[in-house]
């Protein structure tokens, strides 16, 4: 069955049967397709919500080099901010680095079997998301942490990786964004996500392990840090709001029984399927920074994007065979 297909008819179905967190699903930006599991309303860049429904925001105002638009005028830019700090996205103020001690941090030492900056997790069987189907999984590595905006300009500056069309999502791209570099990397479609795992001699994680080493391997919890709701361990929108992505170890609470960070929220991750060879689609596990409602940052929550999609919560995190 087509996942996109699937997951529409798991979005009817749900629906019907009134579970919790089911909702109105939000026409999604023209980069690519996706097709999102119902969530609250949270409309797509370059859209804003008027009357319960997305609806295309006004023009930005065009400002001369030199000037920001704030409130809809332009304004002069400030021309340099103290350090820890970086100029407002809109006025002619400076604003805090977010996290910024998290450029300090460096990657996670070696841990058994796993490369410096991966988490081991070992193998297992287990039933698959919602469908619940057979999988078994072999022992794992698996980024810590999702792949950052610095990590991704390394891989550019390499030569492995491209930047065409990173800063497309235009309201919440992070490369090269001043304060964000310790965030996600967004807005890559799914070429330059394998690009870039290639870069680190790694791989996307197929559908299967990445489930199992969210759900905590053999723990089997419904979210990353286990099967309690949602407050304030993951990076998302139904605590306080969110217009943008968490510095990816922002959340130390959101850590699986195994150590890895942000696998419920911040930002969707690439991942592959045995399908992938018969459609077009490609799966993105995690939740996101936009989503509201508890249930749909359960580790089993389906998504599906095409090969083209890019958008601001979405990003990657990379898998390696251990080492011998």
């Not at 929108?237 to 195994?258: F, N």
Request: net charge neutral; aromatic share 6%; with cysteine.
């Amino acid at each position: 069955m087509n996942q996109g297909l699937m997951v529409g008819s798991l979005a009817l179905s749900c629906a019907a049967a009134g579970v919790l967190g089911c909702g109105p699903t939000v026409k999604e930006p023209e980069t690519g397709k996706a097709i999102s599991p119902p969530q609250n309303i949270t409309c797509p860049e370059g859209q804003v919500l008027k009357d319960a429904q997305c609806v295309a925001a006004p023009p930005k105002v065009a400002c001369a080099p030199g000037q920001v638009e704030k409130a809809g005028a332009c304004v002069a830019a400030p021309s340099e901010c103290p350090p820890g700090t970086h100029a407002a996205p809109a006025g002619n103020t400076c604003i805090a680095d977010e996290n910024t001690n998290q450029a300090k941090v460096d990657p996670a030492p070696a841990k058994g079997p796993c490369p410096a900056g991966m988490t081991f997790v070992p193998g297992g069987k287990y039933k698959l998301g919602y469908l619940k189907t057979e999988a078994t999984v072999g022992d794992l590595c698996l980024d810590t942490t999702e792949a950052t905006a610095r990590d991704y300009e390394a891989c550019v500056t390499s030569g492995k990786c491209n930047e065409n069309q990173l800063t497309l999502c235009t309201e919440t791209f992070t490369y090269k964004v001043a304060g964000k570099e310790d965030h996600p990397m967004v807005c890559i479609d799914f070429p330059q996500a394998e690009d870039y795992c290639k870069s680190q001699n790694k791989r996307l994680p197929t559908e299967e392990e990445w489930e199992w080493a969210a759900r905590g391997a053999d723990k089997g919890n419904q979210y990353s840090w286990g099967n309690e709701a949602p407050a304030d361990q993951a990076c998302w929108a139904g605590k306080d709001g969110r217009t943008g992505t968490c510095p990816v170890r922002a959340h130390p609470a959101s850590a699986t029984p195994q150590g890895l960070l942000g696998m419920s929220g911040n930002v969707f991750e690439w991942a592959t399927r045995k399908l992938d060879v018969k459609v077009t689609d490609r799966v993105g596990r995690g939740g996101s920074w936009r989503d509201g409602l508890p249930n749909v940052l359960r580790v089993d929550r389906p998504g599906s994007f095409s090969v083209t999609y890019r958008c601001g919560f979405l990003g990657v995190r990379c898998a390696a065979a251990p080492q011998k």
